[in-house]
């Protein structure tokens, strides 16, 4: 096996040189070299400071590089979210990670500001982020809903992680409420290995669920492709690429992500026909639909249909895109998801 695009200017083969491992360095631009054999398996990694130490050693650069090499590198599969990563690069003092399969094929890097090997999409996201979050209470008289905290991170954070490890990295995050401290916190996305940039709506007058859309369309001149569109109080693990992929297939102006919900009935139900008389009865039934997770693919045509600076809600435009006989497709998301409206979902994401 080959290993090929951007993962494989930082990678050598296990016969290399001291000299061949630092040009690897140099061409990833990145503090290490991944050694792989032929197959495609990761046999160890190098970094700037091991040659470093090698060279303080007696090492020369046509030296062979498997003395150096550190052979039991740490890892993780495909499966470890982006948030995941950061945080263990941040326990172990280290800015690069390498992702294997289940056999050890090295199959990608996770660095500090990005994801090597990873397909990068050019498609942007909104995070609408400028409700107030009244539900919530007293929690968030002076702190914004996204702000809070689950497992060390902000929502948003795992919001924008999560956009991230799809491959989306341009991002526009919606603010009114308490925008100074939600702008405060996120900066320019730099540090979360994205850039984000600021739609502001006037805290006096909010422009509802899909309004912030209109901004966009009104700031940004060209956008051809679908837009990424979330709420800002989600804890779900979704595939944005995938989300755009089945967008495209459909021809879907609006795709909107949804997920099974059930309730059931606390009492015994009744069927009842014309004249009074009782057919059957139903004892506590579970009923199930499907609802909106608050996570949409929005296409440019779409995003023309946002009044600017009017408030408009995403239920508006499905239905204003259905009257004009434009494709609506359903997405279906089969992962846990909450909505942080209330301190009990609060509590729930937090696990307790």
């Given amino acids: 096996m080959t290993i090929e695009g951007p993962l494989s200017k930082v990678c050598i083969g ?96 996770h660095t500090l500001t990005d994801i090597v090997g990873r397909k990068p999409l050019t498609n942007l996201a909104v995070i609408m982020a400028g409700g107030k979050g009244t539900r919530l209470g007293a929690l968030t008289k002076d702190t914004p809903k996204p702000l809070m905290t689950v497992a060390d991170r902000t929502i948003i954070e795992w919001i924008i992680l999560g956009l991230v490890e799809s491959g989306i990295t341009n991002i526009y995050v919606s603010v009114a409420y308490l925008a100074g401290k939600i702008m405060d916190h996120l900066g320019d996305g730099s540090r979360l290995g994205c850039s984000i940039k600021y739609l502001h709506e006037d805290p006096e007058k909010p422009l509802n669920t899909a309004g912030a859309l209109g901004l966009l369309h009104h700031e940004v001149k060209e956008i051809n492709e679908a837009v990424i569109v979330t709420n800002a109080d989600l804890m779900v693990r979704y595939s944005a690429s995938e989300l755009l992929s089945f967008h495209e297939a459909k021809g879907a102006a609006v ?31 579970t009923v199930e639909f499907e609802i909106s997770t608050g996570i949409y693919a929005v296409s440019p045509e779409a995003l023309a249909m946002v009044p600017y600076m009017e408030p408009y809600s995403m239920p508006e435009l499905v239905k204003a895109c259905i009257d004009e006989s434009k494709t609506v497709a359903a997405w279906p998301i089969d992962s846990d998801w909450i909505d942080v409206g209330t301190p009990k979902d609060l509590a729930t994401a937090k696990g307790q």
Avoid: C, W
């Avoid at 015994?268 to 139903?282: A, F, K, N, P, Y």
């Fill in 14 to 109: 296990p016969e290399a040189t001291v000299r061949e491992a630092l040009e690897a360095i140099d061409r990833g631009a990145s503090a290490i070299a991944l050694v792989t054999n032929s197959d495609g398996m990761l046999h160890g990694v190098l970094t700037d400071g091991d040659i470093r130490r090698g060279l303080l050693r007696g090492a020369q650069l046509e030296s062979k590089v498997l003395e150096y090499t550190n052979t039991s590198p740490h890892v993780v599969g495909r499966d470890a979210t982006r948030a995941s990563v950061l945080d263990l690069m941040r326990s172990l003092r280290i800015s690069e990670i390498p992702v294997v399969d289940d056999g050890g094929t090295l199959v990608g890097l």
């Fill in 255 to 285: 795709t909107v992500a949804a997920r099974p919900y059930t309730h059931q009935v606390p009492f015994g139900v009744l069927e009842i026909g014309d004249d009074r008389s009782i057919s059957s009865v139903v004892e506590k039934p």
